[in-house]
């Protein structure tokens, strides 16, 4: 199961945004949520939001249930250069120079990892079934008392 998210004329250099992207790619999303919470660049920020709707897109599927931050994969994390506004800056002499305001488009996926889920799903049924086991002690307990 697959979730997408797309941000698109982030104001900020592809480059910028391609370090911090090779920084989380393969990661889960709750290990890569913390990591970018504590980066020290400023466009973590972005980049963390719309990982943010990338597993919120995933959770409120139809099919998806008991999906988790811990258990969802970054699948794919791609940085493509968007539309560059063209300004000038006046230099010696009468000339100009060019300067390019870069942005980029963001596009994630992410994916529910098979092993962790199924892991995840086996944890929380052993302590479903000591959970049944204690209720059923509890249940047999006063009656053995009762007819002593």
């Known amino acids: ?24 790619r393969g990661k889960t999303v709750g290990d890569a949520i913390d990591l970018l919470k504590f980066s020290r660049k ?5 980049l963390e939001k719309a990982l943010k709707s990338a597993l919120s897109n995933l959770m409120n599927r139809e099919d998806a249930h008991g999906v988790d931050a811990d258990t969802v994969l970054i699948k794919e994390i791609n940085i493509q250069d968007g539309p560059r506004l063209k300004r000038w800056m006046p ?44 209720s059923k002690k509890k249940q047999e307990n006063p009656t053995k008392e009762a007819s002593e």
């Not at 199961?1 to 989380?24: G, H, N, W």
């Not at 400023?42 to 972005?46: K, V």
């Not at 199924?118 to 052993?126: D, I, M, P, S, T």
């Open 91 to 134: 230099r010696a002499l009468g000339r100009a120079t060019p300067i390019l305001k870069r942005s980029c488009h963001l596009f994630i996926t992410v994916a529910e990892d098979p092993e962790r889920t199924a892991k995840r799903l086996a944890e929380l049924e052993q302590k479903r079934a000591k959970r049944v086991a204690k």
């Open 42 to 46: 400023p466009i973590a920020l972005p």
């Open 1 to 24: 199961m697959e979730a997408k998210c797309i941000a698109r004329y982030i104001r900020t250099s592809p480059q910028k945004m391609r370090l911090l992207a090779d920084l989380v």
